[in-house]
T-cell receptor, first 111, second 116 residues
Framework: QQQVKQSPQSLIVQKGGISIINCAYE??????FPWYQQFPGKGPALLIA?????SEKKEGRFTISFNKSAKQFSLHIMDSQPGDSATYFC??????????FGTGTRLTVIP | EAGVAQSPRYKIIEKRQSVAFWCNPI?????LYWYQQILGQGPKLLIQ????????DSQLPKDRFSAERLKGVDSTLKIQPAKLEDSAVYLC??????????????FGEGSRLTVL
């Protein structure tokens, strides 16, 4: 059973465009929602995270939008760059410590 | 600050053979995790240690997988006997606190296992 559902599976964006990745969850016990970025041959690295008491968090070109009532959250990458080409994973964790990851989105930014 | 170290980076074995992966977490990190990442999927937790005690091993296939963390530092994950479906990247991560929702997980580069 997939605790966190992520879409799309892959995404191709022109340089300078906006990349949008969506995630949804069911478990209302989740209280922390991080996004991880993974380059080929590397481990995932934390990109940005949000708690359910805020609806939006922005760090540079990366923004998380959070809709608690819909149990959905999304990652927006503004002014996408070729260096952003990577696989992005949303995740969620309940008070029980474990991080549940989505299935990943492979982003390709075309120069 | 040194990151999470894992070895070997790559391993190819025949089914029914055994394999062991090693992880050295970031110094001072009390919590250590082993994740399995099958190609095209997100990482899935296998086991979580707090110091040298097991916090969560509910997803660990205990008939073939085992893990230990001696002295609360390094950890070893073993698979015996391996099956074809064990082909995956095994990621080790560490965290300075018990709950990942108060901090981030730091991942190693992973150990890629291919079972033939």
């Amino acid at each position: 059973q997939q605790q966190v559902k992520q879409s799309p599976q892959s995404l191709i964006v022109q340089k300078g465009g906006i990349s949008i990745i969506n995630c949804a969850y069911e478990n209302t016990a989740f209280d922390y929602f991080p996004w991880y970025q993974q380059f080929p041959g590397k481990g995932p690295a934390l990109l940005i995270a949000i708690r359910p008491d805020v609806s939006e968090k922005k760090e540079g070109r990366f923004t998380i939008s959070f809709n608690k009532s819909a149990k959905q959250f999304s990652l927006h990458i503004m002014d996408s760059q070729p260096g952003d080409s990577a696989t992005y994973f949303c995740a969620a964790t309940p008070r029980a410590n474990n991080l549940f990851f989505g299935t990943g989105t492979r982003l390709t930014v075309i120069p | 600050e040194a990151g999470v170290a894992q070895s070997p980076r790559y391993k190819i074995i025949e089914k029914r053979q055994s394999v062991a992966f090693w992880c050295n977490p970031i110094s001072g990190h009390a919590t250590l995790y082993w994740y399995q990442q099958i190609l095209g999927q997100g990482p899935k937790l296998l086991i979580q240690f707090q110091n040298n005690g097991v916090v969560d091993d509910s997803q660990l296939p205990k008939d073939r997988f085992s893990a230990e963390r001696l002295k609360g530092v390094d950890s070893t994950l073993k698979i015996q006997p391996a099956k074809l479906e064990d082909s995956a990247v095994y990621l080790c991560a560490s965290s300075p606190v018990k709950r990942p929702n108060t901090g981030e997980l730091f991942f190693g580069e992973g150990s890629r296992l291919t079972v033939l």
